[in-house]
Nanobody
């Protein structure tokens, strides 16, 4: 059974930084891609960033481009989200997701329905 576990969330002041981690478990699981989504209060869940596991190709949403960095540690099967220059609009529950479909090493999914496994989510709160 594949499980994803997020860590690293919390409360930070505007302009600050946080680093989220998402570790996968499941001895034979190797993702095609992994991504981060977020859901702010009263809003739908939205795409943040994703990375192809084999090629390292990355896609960001316009809202976080140039402020957030997604990366992965293939040996540890962990994906990270470095978040800099945080502002109150970044306040949300952040979800890690994994795609196991063989869509090719250069395809990076950005839609929720493309992901097969999800973490429980972790709260990030940015105070003004």
């Amino acid at each position: 059974q594949v499980r994803l576990a997020e860590s690293g969330g919390g409360l930070v002041q505007a302009g600050g930084s946080l680093r989220l981690s998402c570790a996968t478990s499941g001895s034979t699981f190797s993702p095609q891609a992994m991504g981060w989504f977020r859901q702010a209060p009263g809003k739908e869940r939205q795409f943040v960033a994703s990375i192809s596991w084999a090629s390292g190709i990355i896609v960001y949403s316009e809202a976080v481009r140039d402020r957030f960095t997604i990366s992965r540690d293939k040996a540890e099967r962990t994906v990270f989200l470095q978040m800099n220059s945080l502002n109150p609009e970044d306040t949300a529950v952040y979800y890690c997701a994994a795609d196991q479909d063989n869509s090719g090493d250069y395809y990076v999914p950005v839609e929720e329905y493309e992901y097969d496994f999800w973490g429980q989510g972790i709260q990030v709160t940015v105070s003004s």
